[in-house]
């Protein structure tokens, strides 16, 4: 089974390259499948994480950034995949 970790977090005004550069140093304890990292407007960062993993398993997941670094808490979600269409 192939579980999706995505973790959003909105970076304070004219933060957002300092968030990502943040977001893609951060070192898990275990190594996904997987994991990319992806920026939108309003100084947005999402990284995504693939796991060969059941939905409910005890995963790593990136922390919370340094509060000067965040307008706001993260947003974290789990999706199991379904398949390839």
């Given at each position: 089974m192939?579980?999706?970790l995505m973790w959003e977090a909105r970076a304070t005004e004219g933060r957002?390259?300092?968030l990502a550069t943040w977001a893609r140093s951060q070192e898990l304890p275990a190594s996904?499948?997987?994991r990319e990292t992806?920026?939108?407007p309003e100084d947005r960062v999402l990284v995504i994480?693939?796991?060969d993993a059941p939905l409910d398993?005890?995963?790593p997941e990136l922390p919370e950034p340094p509060a000067d670094l965040t307008?706001?808490?993260v947003h974290r979600w789990r999706?199991?995949?379904l398949g390839e269409d």
């Open positions: 192939s579980v999706a957002g390259e300092d996904p499948l997987r992806f920026r939108a994480t693939w796991w398993a005890d995963l307008s706001r808490p999706f199991e995949s």
